[in-house]
């Protein structure tokens, strides 16, 4: 019986991305979990998607908001649905832009049940065009950067990372987050409207003791930043202001002042190299983020 199962709702965020959500919709339909309902997230789209969705989908609920909420803003209102609405146990956060494993769902809960501190659950995330080259199996601890690179990105999967075990941190592409969590959270902070909110909330659960826990059996296929775009300006902006704020934010001052030198080195240089390709809105957008972060700084007197 269903009622034997924790609760589940998948909410898939779109914005304008109707184009996207068959196979992603469909992917997680035909997952094996017996307790689940799928919720598109229609971001203040105006491509149809809520009468599309409806028409082509009816078992999948749209919960539609009338003005772009940004992604933080969305899903929080997403699960602000699942989680007191729906009364789900659990909620699969998860881009648009994917396809599904059949036993997604079912090896996310399985974790997420064996390990009480599991506040966030991960699994393989591979390359949508390349399916048997990974993307991140999570994220590694860097002393410096705090938040370091993806571990496994680009490596064919030959079992090398098949062990379930905790991660340090790890992307937002999809996990499986605990009513808990949210309730003890607030979930993502509406500073972050996109790029780092993950990274964020990641720092206020660990600080409460909640664990990521990777398991290898739970897999996805992505098409990698297809809404903000790869290396968009606008995307740009973001990657360079946020993980500058959230530095400072937590740590104390000796580490982001570190940080905060290596970024203006690593993005010194970037700008030449950029110079040279006639990326000029990039440029400016990099910097007006970077801008955007001391003026942060300065205001929440962590800077100078």
Same mark, same amino acid.
């Given at each position: 019986? @269903?009622? =034997?199962?924790?609760?589940?709702?998948?909410?898939?965020?779109?914005? +304008?991305?109707?184009?996207?959500?068959?196979?992603?919709?469909?992917?997680?339909?035909?997952?094996? *979990?017996?307790?689940?309902?799928?919720?598109?997230?229609?971001?203040?789209?105006?491509?149809?998607?809520?009468?599309?969705?409806?028409?082509?989908?009816?078992? /999948?609920? /749209?919960?539609?908001?009338?003005?772009?909420?940004? *992604? &933080?803003?969305?899903?929080?209102?997403?699960? +602000?649905?699942?989680?007191?609405? #729906?009364?789900?146990? *659990?909620?699969?956060?998860?881009?648009?832009? %994917?396809? $599904?494993?059949?036993?997604?769902?079912?090896?996310?809960?399985?974790? $997420?049940?064996?390990?009480?501190?599991?506040?966030?659950?991960?699994?393989? %995330?591979?390359?949508?065009?390349?399916?048997?080259?990974?993307?991140?199996?999570? #994220?590694?601890?860097?002393? /410096?950067?705090?938040?370091?690179?993806?571990?496994?990105?680009?490596?064919?999967?030959?079992? =090398?990372?098949?062990?379930?075990?905790? !991660?340090?941190?790890?992307?937002?592409? *999809?996990?499986?987050?605990? !009513?808990?969590?949210?309730?003890?959270?607030?979930?993502?902070?509406? @500073?972050?409207?996109? =790029?780092? @909110?993950?990274?964020?909330?990641?720092?206020?659960?660990?600080?409460?003791?909640?664990?990521?826990?990777?398991?290898?059996?739970?897999?996805?296929?992505?098409?990698?930043?297809?809404?903000?775009?790869?290396?968009?300006?606008?995307?740009?902006?973001?990657?360079?202001?946020?993980?500058?704020?959230?530095?400072?934010?937590?740590?104390?001052?000796? @580490?982001?002042?570190?940080?905060?030198?290596?970024?203006?080195?690593?993005?010194?240089?970037?700008?030449?190299?950029?110079?040279?390709?006639?990326?000029?809105?990039?440029?400016?957008?990099?910097?007006?983020?970077?801008? &955007?972060?001391?003026?942060?700084?300065?205001?929440?007197? !962590?800077?100078?």
């Amino acid at each position: 019986m @269903e009622s =034997q199962y924790k609760k589940v709702i998948v909410l898939i965020l779109s914005y +304008n991305g109707k184009y996207l959500l068959e196979e992603s919709i469909s992917s997680y339909l035909s997952n094996d *979990y017996p307790n689940f309902e799928v919720v598109v997230i229609d971001n203040g789209s105006f491509d149809g998607t809520k009468e599309w969705v409806e028409k082509t989908f009816p078992q /999948v609920f /749209v919960l539609r908001t009338e003005k772009n909420l940004k *992604y &933080s803003g969305g899903l929080n209102f997403g699960m +602000n649905y699942a989680f007191n609405e #729906k009364m789900a146990d *659990y909620v699969v956060i998860t881009n648009n832009d %994917v396809k $599904a494993d059949k036993n997604l769902i079912s090896e996310l809960v399985k974790i $997420a049940d064996n390990y009480p501190d599991a506040g966030f659950v991960i699994g393989k %995330v591979y390359y949508y065009d390349d399916p048997c080259r990974l993307q991140t199996v999570g #994220k590694k601890y860097d002393p /410096v950067l705090w938040n370091g690179g993806h571990i496994g990105n680009r490596e064919v999967d030959n079992g =090398q990372y098949d062990v379930v075990c905790e !991660r340090d941190w790890c992307d937002d592409i *999809y996990w499986l987050v605990k !009513r808990e969590v949210w309730e003890k959270t607030g979930g993502y902070d509406t @500073e972050f409207a996109f =790029q780092g @909110e993950d990274f964020d909330w990641q720092v206020r659960a660990k600080q409460l003791g909640y664990k990521i826990m990777y398991t290898p059996e739970a897999k996805l296929w992505h098409k990698e930043s297809m809404t903000i775009g790869k290396t968009s300006p606008f995307k740009a902006y973001y990657d360079a202001r946020n993980p500058l704020v959230i530095h400072m934010k937590y740590r104390d001052k000796r @580490e982001y002042l570190k940080y905060i030198g290596i970024r203006l080195r690593g993005t010194i240089k970037s700008t030449s190299k950029m110079l040279l390709k006639g990326r000029l809105k990039t440029i400016f957008k990099t910097w007006q983020g970077h801008f &955007s972060a001391f003026a942060w700084g300065i205001k929440n007197k !962590r800077l100078p």
